[in-house]
């Protein structure tokens, strides 16, 4: 089964870039990376989906090196609200079920 | 906006009985999925369904059954609950299958077995 991993937590202040990192290392061919943003008592909310390269919206980017076995979520500017947990979802090659990653605490301070 | 609700927030059930945790959607979508979610092991997929009556499992079925009788229903039924189906449960809902879509996501609930 595919092991995707995530730092358990990170740290940052208002107004300072974020990166947090994904390894996927067995992620379906066709599939996409999705990102998921979680706030306490509420259901996960999506945020960001790419195959490759890069990927920006609104409210992130996501980059994603040549051979897919890591993404990374980019939050431009954090600001306090921006604190939750985040979670990437990838498609496991072998099996073709659904893997989270074990979820990255953010906390963002004033 | 889709919107998608679970039965309860919050549920306390005594070891052995049976629990049904219900889920409902309003935005037509094929795909229904049920996870649990438990400090440091992150979600977890349980089942899922990709259509009326059809049902697949996920990585931990174990304890676990559901059932789809209309599009836009699912049912998560624990036979003989325990306490270590202790848990957050979240239901989720997308139209196409796998994750190359957005899913959508249930407030969750969450049951105590005691």
């Known amino acids: 089964l595919a092991k995707t991993t995530q730092p358990i937590s990170m740290d940052s202040y208002e107004g300072q870039e974020v990166n947090i990192t994904c390894s996927h290392n067995n992620i379906a061919t066709n599939d996409y990376i999705t990102w998921y943003q979680q706030f306490p008592s509420q259901g996960p909310r999506f945020i960001i989906q790419?195959?490759?390269t890069k990927v920006t919206n609104e409210v992130a980017s996501l980059f994603i090196p040549a051979d897919r076995k890591s993404s990374t979520l980019s939050l431009p500017r954090v600001s306090l609200s921006d604190t939750a947990v985040y979670y990437c979802?990838?498609?496991?090659?072998?099996?073709?079920?659904?893997?989270f990653g074990t979820g990255t605490r953010l906390q963002v301070f004033p | 906006d889709v919107k998608v609700t679970q039965s309860s927030r919050y549920l306390v059930k005594r070891t052995g009985e049976k629990v049904f945790l219900e889920c409902v959607q309003d935005m037509d979508h094929e795909n229904m999925f049920w996870y649990r979610q438990d400090p440091g092991l992150g979600l977890r997929l349980i089942y899922f369904?990709?259509?009326?009556?059809?049902?697949e499992k996920g990585d931990i079925p174990e304890g676990y059954s559901v059932s789809r009788e209309k599009k836009e229903r699912f049912s998560l039924i624990l036979e003989s609950a325990s306490t270590n189906q202790t848990s957050m449960y979240l239901c989720?809902?997308?139209?196409?299958?796998?994750?190359?879509?957005?899913?959508?996501f249930g407030p969750g609930t969450r049951l105590t077995v005691t």
């Open positions: 369904s990709y259509d009326v009556k059809m049902k």
């Open positions: 989720a809902t997308g139209d196409e299958r796998g994750p190359s879509y957005e899913q959508y």
């Open positions: 790419g195959y490759k």
């Open positions: 979802l990838v498609g496991d090659y072998n099996t073709d079920k659904l893997i």
